[in-house]
């Protein structure tokens, strides 16, 4: 069956940096369009970041811009998201998730429901 494991997440102070990683199996990945969503307790989960099946196209919600970087390997089934300047704001459960994606369209490529497989989570906790 499909699975999609982060890891990665972890404490890290306000400023700093993390790299977060999904690993991927059951699925032939490089036809999959790979997404993070982020949630918190507060909040319903919210779309961070989505990168094309090849890589070409990436989308990043307006608050990441500029500090978040994701990227993918389609030889090791792995795709990642460099975190930045990390803010307390960030922290958050990130799940990976993976969608067959028929268009780019930021209507389509930011929805949850776009997205067919889901990780089961890693901590990002944010110390300022």
């Known amino acids: 069956q499909v699975q999609l494991v982060e890891s990665g997440g972890g404490l890290v102070q306000a400023g700093g940096s993390l790299r977060l990683s999904c690993a991927a199996s059951?699925?032939?990945?490089?036809?999959?369009?790979m997404a993070w969503f982020r949630q918190t307790h507060e909040k319903e989960r919210e779309f961070v970041a989505t990168?094309?099946?090849?890589?070409?196209?990436?989308y990043y919600t307006n608050s990441v811009k500029g500090r978040f970087t994701i990227s993918r390997d389609n030889a090791e089934n792995t795709v990642y998201l460099q975190m930045n300047s990390v803010q307390p704001e960030d922290a958050a459960v990130y799940y990976c998730?993976?969608?067959?994606?028929?268009?780019?369209?930021?209507?389509?490529?930011?929805?949850?429901?776009?997205?067919?497989?889901w990780g089961q989570g890693t901590q990002v906790t944010v110390s300022s």
């Open positions: 990168i094309s099946f090849s890589g070409g196209n990436r």
């Open positions: 059951g699925l032939t990945f490089s036809r999959y369009g």
């Open positions: 998730a993976a969608g067959r994606l028929m268009d780019f369209t930021v209507g389509r490529i930011t929805a949850t429901t776009t997205y067919t497989y």
